[in-house]
């Protein structure tokens, strides 16, 4: 089994900093494409960010500029830094990964979520 814990989230007020990481950990052979997600109350969930195993990175255009995606492949976690944070972030962030559990065979899976509320 995989799975992936989320922690970092919480409350802050608009402007300021949070970190988000996520740790893959189970039966794992490998971590491929590692990404964030979040869902607002009431909307459905949007794509925030993704690392490939190569580092190569690609944000939202909502997020450009100002969150960053980082990955530590010894320790198969996933960072979210978020700086300038605004109200329209608040939502549940979801890490994703895609991991091979054996070489080649791929599997999807997602955290738990962790809550990000950023007051005005």
């Known amino acids: 089994q995989v799975q992936l814990v989320e922690s970092g989230g919480g409350l802050v007020q608009a402007g300021e900093s949070l970190r988000l990481s996520c740790a893959a950990s189970g039966s794992i052979f490998r971590v491929n494409s590692m990404a964030w997600y979040r869902q607002a109350p009431g909307k459905q969930r949007e794509w925030v960010a993704t690392i490939t195993s190569g580092r190569v990175t690609d944000h939202a255009d909502s997020v450009k500029g100002r969150f960053t995606i980082s990955r530590d492949g010894a320790k198969n976690t996933v960072y979210l830094q978020m700086n300038s944070l605004k109200p329209e972030d608040t939502a549940v962030y979801y890490c994703?990964?895609?991991?091979?559990?054996?070489?080649?065979?791929?599997?999807?899976?997602w955290g738990q979520g962790t809550q990000v509320t950023v007051s005005s």
């Open positions: 994703n990964a895609v991991v091979q559990v054996v070489v080649g065979r791929y599997s999807t899976h």
